[in-house]
């Protein structure tokens, strides 16, 4: 369930904006710059969930107080003033939602009749914890359904453009919309920067059939999606956010078009993951730290693109890569920082969540899994040093942690720095690489002439996504010798 948004009446601290929104009710997420004009009305949403929901840093307006999280909303009404050049009494074709919201509902009025004119209405149920809720909500917020139990939020959705087609809203101020499930996509904006991103509240699932919505909606709401489904809604839930803020200037010339693409980004995103080193070392903006595992494989081994060591006796290097957050540089914001896109690929899972649950521990978006490396003896000759994937380091074996997402066409490309040369993994569902904006990519294999010594059971649940591995020969459905290992390397086009 949403947390408890704690929607305070009040005033925005920005001048008054050059041109107006449609004068419609609606209401949106409020960015942490604020809201798009001082007319505005504010308000919040407190939800009381699991311990682990986020918001995307520095972009959303939005608290996690340990079980208590807080959504802030700008309201917006048809009647409000707004000293700007006016713009299109409605809001245009496309492909976008808003939250429904209405500043004077009448008794008995049909919620699916207070949508702005071309929108439909929607839903979707957010379920909350049952033991030391403590929901509420405060000021000028979206219509839902408030129970102590849950919430079942109100959007207004349309689906009658193409994303790729900008349409035109006011650009003073940043501000966020949400993309439909039908199409996935960030509506454009003429002279907007838009950044896809997710906010993660940690549903629960006690309610998904008792006292939350029995059904998916008639019409498209928003995109979502569920860690764990559970009749027709479920736990962990990924909201997905467009945020939009100013477009770089792009000088017009006749070989170069202004485009919301235009600008790539320099900063990797703002979490924790490794990367497998490319032999041009790691990418250098500062927050990255190389290391380094030593194996003992047979001598079969083959290691292309990849930073590392083979030698006769079967020792083998395999270099990394460690991004964290923490160390992302002061001059990386949410103009020029990539992000983790849907698609499908994985990376090796950076660092372990503060509650201590492994499978909870992987960047927004990603699922859990783990791959198991099997030297071929028991050698004290393995060790790692420096930046490496979290996991379990034995003396026979290596578990690693992995994350992976297969929510995305491959061939829709995803925004990463594209200054240095990097390595993803492909998954196991699409065994290809996925595309990013102005990179070539090869998928690689590397055959790693691995041991038969663990007898860890191989993974067989088809709902947790895997990188692109293959055992040539497993042991009794173990992990067994010799593992072609998949790898995406790219390079500036």
Known sequence: MLGQLSLLLGVCAYSAASSCWPKENFALIQPQTGCPDGNWLTGSITNTLHKNSSFPEDLVNGTVEGQHVTTRFCAHSKDQKCSGTPG???????????????????????????????????????????????????????????FSHSTVPYFCCRDDGEAKDAIELPTDNDFILMPTMAKKACQEVKGMTVKKTSIYYSTADEEATVHGAPTVPDSTPPEYSYDQVVANWGRGMHFAICYYSKAPHVAKSKNAVASSAAAAPVCWPKDDFVLLQAKAGC??????????VKHIFGTKTTIPAVS????????????????EAAKQPKSCN????????????????????????????????????????DNTVVANATSETGGVPEGEYYHASIVYYTCCRNDGDV??????PKKDNFILMPTMEEQKCQTVNGMKVEYLNMMLDTGDMNFIPMLNNATWMANDYHVYNPAKGHWGPQMDFKICHYTAK
Request: glycine fraction near 10%; aromatic fraction near 14%; proline fraction near 7%.
């Open 308 to 323: 590392g060591t083979t030698s006769e006796n079967g020792l083998t290097t395999i270099k990394y890569c460690k991004h």
């Open 411 to 416: 061939n829709v490309p995803i925004n990463l």
């Open 283 to 292: 990418p250098k903006d500062g927050s990255f730290t190389p290391g380094a």
């Open 88 to 146: 299109s009494a409605n809001f245009p074709k496309g492909t976008y939602c808003l939250w429904e919201y209405e500043p004077k509902l009448r008794t008995r009025q049909r919620t699916e009749e207070i949508c702005p004119v071309g929108f439909q209405w929607s839903w979707m149920n957010i379920d909350d914890i049952n033991l030391h809720n403590v929901n509420s909500h405060e000021g000028a917020i979206p219509l839902a359904e408030y």
């Open 334 to 373: 949410p103009l020029n920082t990539g992000s983790f896109g849907a698609g499908s690929y994985c990376f090796f899972l950076g660092s372990i969540s503060d509650t201590g649950i492994f499978d909870k521990s992987c960047p927004a978006g990603f699922n859990y899994n783990w791959v198991v490396l």
